[in-house]
């Protein structure tokens, strides 16, 4: 139980920090898996560092990715991820 809690939680960090950053949701979740659409271009970059699925699609110029979270993420990587899709980030 423990480790799923963890995991939820690194996904529900992830989850309000992409809609706090303007992020849309897919699909609101309550699981270890989130899907926030994202421009095609911020999600080729995020490509060379994370590893997810681009799940669906949305537009030409935008998809929906899927990260899915463990017991074993570090809760430094959601922190570094959030900070990585900031509209100030240079990364």
């Not at 270890?32 to 421009?39: G, S, V, Y």
């Not at 681009?54 to 935008?62: E, S, T």
Request: glycine share 4%.
């Amino acid at each position: 139980e423990r480790c799923a809690t963890h995991a939820n939680t690194c996904a529900q960090t992830l989850q309000a920090g992409f809609v706090s950053r303007g992020y849309p949701l897919w699909v609101q979740s309550s699981t270890n898996q989130i899907f926030p659409i994202m421009p095609n271009d911020l999600i080729a970059s995020l490509q060379n560092h994370y590893g997810f699925y681009v799940w669906q699609k949305i537009d030409a110029q935008h998809s929906a990715i899927r990260l899915e979270t463990s017991w074993a993420t570090p809760m430094a990587m959601v922190e570094q991820l959030l900070i990585d899709v900031s509209p100030t980030s240079t990364s």
